[in-house]
């Protein structure tokens, strides 16, 4: 069983020096690859190490080389040609039992980046693990497979949240995330930022706007520099997915927000680096502008978490061809054959819901789930960017957990605020049940400061009955799932603009079997 006390502060930022001697010599490939080098390669381990994916045997390790991260060309100052990476894997923070241990090529072509995935460990239980290049030794992470299929007696500590511009902030909620050592984070989408200069940025970022692989790869490489996001990264494993700023404003599909230089190049160039800089396995790993990133997580018979993507598959934007708020004239966003999933993705979940004998089934994905009304008095307006620009799409999924009989609770990013409320089955319908919850994480810095509520916040409210909690401060929500509840608290942080603030419970819910509802704790 996963200790309580986790990895040590001082482990996940010193990295454990110390005990380079345990990892011993590179073994005869490594020297053969090492020979005729003219300057030895130093500080390689300045963007931290990560895990994710994990299963009940193995998990995901990653690492990427880098001695220089902001330089322009993306490829992190590191030479041209492969180089051998030790890995050890251990029961123990001081590696004295280690049980596993191998080699991975970080390769140019992958800007040095190493995924190892590795099986054939225990279920349910702890790790710590680091990497090795010559005479350099990466910081220790802490990771944890999951339990064994039918399990129900280890509980769930799940974190989530999404939306991180360098440019708008510190990475404070990173840092107060790590520090309650989650078993598991969920990335939600816009890990990074795509765009250029601000004119008024808290933190200067490297680079203008990310058009192509350099710039994409330089933008991953100054968000995996900071030192908070080392600490979350380092403290538990990961499960994400992007959104529209991992590439590009609001695109869908294969279309551009804008007439760009031509999109799909740079949606290639985006999907790669992405992969190179996430804990991700191969299987996922790109093919030009295509990536396969949807995926179950399961969490013994506690959890199952599906991770979705709401932007590859989707039809185009309804009415408009834009995203942009849209009135009740906008029926083309009720069409029957729309789908933000694709009907491919759509059939999967629908699956994965019949099939599941999970507690809990948890969706991960990036736009609002619920309806939402955006204008004050009788008259409606929705965004056709989240799922009431694909009402029947919603309905569809909505049906399916249902149906099925699922705990169903949506997990959201991308809106910059804190939201709770219920999902039901159809909105046109008055009397509709509610047949699910919808959990909205803040933003990590995206639109800055915040504040707790906005002027028109509760007029807002009101306008939506089924919604039942907002924050607009910065942070992330913290949940635990057991056979009995979900217990979830929504932490926020009072600025971003200033480094180390405190984070606080901004509001807290507790989620029943079988009573698709928030209940206050």
């Known amino acids: 069983m996963p200790s309580s006390k986790g990895i040590s502060r001082r482990s996940l930022m010193a990295g454990g020096l110390g005990l380079a001697v345990a990892l011993g010599s590179p073994g005869p490939a490594a020297a053969r690859a090492a020979r005729g080098r003219p300057t030895p390669l130093t500080d390689v381990f300045q963007l931290g190490v990560a895990s994710g994916e994990p299963e009940p045997s193995g998990v995901v390790l990653w690492t990427r080389l880098a001695m220089d991260p902001v330089a322009p060309d993306g490829l992190g100052g590191m030479p041209a040609r492969p180089v051998p990476v030790q890995w050890q894997v251990a029961k123990d923070e001081k590696f004295n039992k280690v049980v596993r241990h191998g080699v991975e090529v970080a390769r140019p072509e992958e800007a040095h980046s190493v995924h190892v995935e590795l099986g054939g460990l225990d279920a349910d239980a702890e790790y710590f693990y680091r990497f090795k290049v010559e005479n350099e030794l990466s910081p220790t992470g802490r990771t944890l497979t999951t339990p064994a299929p039918g399990t129900r007696t280890r509980d769930l500590h799940l974190s989530f949240t999404s939306c991180a511009d360098y440019q708008k902030g510190w990475f404070t909620p990173y840092r107060r995330m790590a520090e309650e050592h989650p078993d598991l984070i969920a990335f939600l989408g816009d890990y990074i930022y795509e765009y250029g200069d601000y004119k008024y940025p808290v933190r200067d970022q490297a680079g203008g706007e990310c058009f192509d692989l350099a710039g994409y790869r330089l933008r991953h490489a100054q968000h995996k520099a900071d ?16 959104d529209d700023h991992d590439i590009e404003n609001a695109w869908a599909g294969d279309v551009p927000e804008q007439p760009d230089p031509p999109f799909l190049p740079r949606k290639a160039a985006a999907f790669q680096a992405f992969w190179e800089n996430m804990p991700l396995r191969r299987s996922q790993k790109p ?12 969490w013994g018979a506690v959890a199952n978490m599906h991770m979705l993507d709401t932007r590859q598959y989707r039809d185009l934007y309804a009415c408009t061809g834009k995203s942009q708020l849209v009135g009740d004239d906008c029926t083309d966003r009720l069409a029957a054959n729309r789908t933000i999933l694709g009907a491919e993705q759509e ?14 089934d948890l969706l991960g994905q990036q736009v609002f789930f619920m309806q939402m009304d955006w204008k004050n008095g009788p008259e409606h307006q929705y965004s056709n960017e989240g799922w009431d620009g694909y009402a029947a799409g919603r309905n569809r999924v909505a049906a399916a957990i249902a149906d099925n009989k699922r705990n169903g609770v949506v997990l959201t990013g991308d809106v910059h605020s804190h939201w709770a409320g219920e999902v039901k089955r159809d909105y046109a319908d008055p009397g509709s049940p509610s047949v699910a919850v919808e959990l909205v994480s803040t933003s990590v810095t995206s639109e800055g400061d915040g504040m707790d509520e906005y002027p028109n916040t509760q007029i807002l409210l009101s306008e939506n009955p089924h919604v039942k909690f907002f924050n607009g401060r910065r942070g992330y929500v913290r949940t635990v799932l057991s056979e009995r509840e979900m217990k979830v608290d929504f932490r926020s942080l009072g600025y971003v603009s200033e480094p180390f603030a405190p984070a606080y419970t901004s509001g807290s819910f507790v989620i029943e079997p079988g009573n698709p509802t928030l209940n206050p704790a």
């Open 227 to 242: 030192p908070d996001l080392q600490m979350a990264h380092a403290v538990a494993p990961w499960t994400i997915v992007f």
């Open 287 to 298: 093919d030009g502008p295509k990536m396969a990133l949807y995926h179950t997580l399961r």
């Open 347 to 360: 059939a999967w979940l629908g699956e994965r819901l019949r099939t599941s004998q999970a507690v809990w």
